[in-house]
C-alpha cells in the first residue's frame, strides 16, 4: 500500500528534531498507544524527578533499570510487528534502531548521574536523553498503529475483490460457495472496524466510523436477502431461458 494512503491517519516521516518540535500528545490517535506510553512517560518522568531532588543512588539506578528493560521490550515488539507487516517494515524497523539508540544515550546519562548526582551537566543530559527516547518510542508506537491502519484497508480491499463475483455465478452451487468465503471476510473487517472505532481518540473520526459499520451491517443483510431470492429462482431464469 503506497505511503500516502495512511496519510490522513497519521504523519510518521520527519528526522528526530522535527519531532521534538511537534506536539507528540497530538500526534498519537489511539487509546491504546497514549496507554502503552503512559507507563514509560512515569517510569521517565520519576527518574527525572529523583535526580532533580538529588536522591540517593541507588534509586536513580534502580529507576534507570526499569526503564532500560521496558526499551528493550519496544524493541522486541517493534521487531515482531515489522515481521509481521511488510507494509511497514522498513519504517518499524529503523523506529527500532532510533529506539536502542536513544535507549543507549538515555542509559549512559542515567548512570552518569548516578555515579555524579551533584552534577548540573549529568543532569541536564539526562533529561534532553529522556525526551528524545520518548520521542523516538512515541515514534515506534505511532508506526506499530499506522500497521492497524493497513490491516482495516487490507480487509476493506479484499471485500471489495470479492463482490463482483457474485453478481457473476452460474449456479446455486457456486452462489453458494461464494457466499462462503464473502461472509468471514465481511466479519473480519467489522471485527477490525469494530476495534479501530473504540480505540480512536477523536470522537468525530469514531462517529464516522461507527456509521460505515452500520452501513456494512444493513447492507450486509441486504445481500443476504438477494442472494437468497436469486437462490430460490436461479433454477427457474434457467428453465426460461434455455
Known sequence: MARSKVADFVDYSGDED??????IRGLVRTKSVEDTLAPLIVQVTTLVQHGARRERTHKVTRLAQAVDKAVEQFIEEGK??????????????????????????????????????????CRAAMVQASRSLLVTITRLLIIADVADVHRLLSATSRVQSRLPGLSEVGSVGELVEKLKVVGPDIANLLHLAEHRQRDLKNRRCSEELASARATIVKTSKMLLTSTKVTTNYLPLVAEVVY
Open 18 to 23: 522535527e519531532w521534538q518540535e511537534k506536539n
Open 80 to 121: 515482531k510487528i515489522a515481521q509481521e507487516n511488510i507494509t511497514i517494515q522498513n519504517e518499524m524497523l529503523k523506529a527500532c534502531h532510533n529506539v536502542a539508540s536513544a535507549g543507549g544515550v538515555m542509559h549512559d546519562a542515567a548512570f552518569s548521574f548516578a555515579s555524579d548526582p551533584q552534577s548540573t551537566e
